[in-house]
């Protein structure tokens, strides 16, 4: 089975930066592109951020020229870099990937997701 793990959530004060770091390991023969969402209490989750094997990126408007996604192949890796944080970017992050399998299978899968709050 196939697992994502993200680091790298916490606390920060508005205008402040934070790193976000999701890991997929088990039987993974191609990853076609890896993803941020992020859902808010009361909100809908929402895409955040998305990239592709080859690189190619895709951002929501509200985070457009302050997040920057990025990923280490080698490392099945996605990272999320999120400066000038605000208040409304307080949620709980969650990483996404559109994994091939070892055995040939193709699916969606999530991670359990990290609290990012953005607070003074």
């Known amino acids: 089975q196939v697992q994502l793990v993200e680091s790298g959530g916490g606390l920060v004060q508005p205008g402040g930066s934070l790193r976000l770091s999701c890991a997929a390991s088990?039987?993974?023969?191609?990853?076609?592109?890896m993803g941020w969402y992020r859902q808010a209490p009361g909100n809908q989750r929402e895409l955040v951020a998305t990239i592709t094997s080859g690189g190619r990126t895709n951002y929501a408007d509200s985070v457009k020229g302050r997040f920057t996604i990025s990923r280490d192949n080698a490392k099945n890796t996605v990272y999320l870099q999120m400066n000038s944080l605000k208040p409304e970017d307080t949620a709980v992050y969650y990483c996404n990937g559109e994994i091939r399998t070892a055995r040939g299978t193709t699916g969606t899968y999530w991670g359990q997701g990290t609290q990012v709050t953005v607070s003074s």
């Open positions: 088990g039987s993974i023969r191609s990853i076609y592109a």
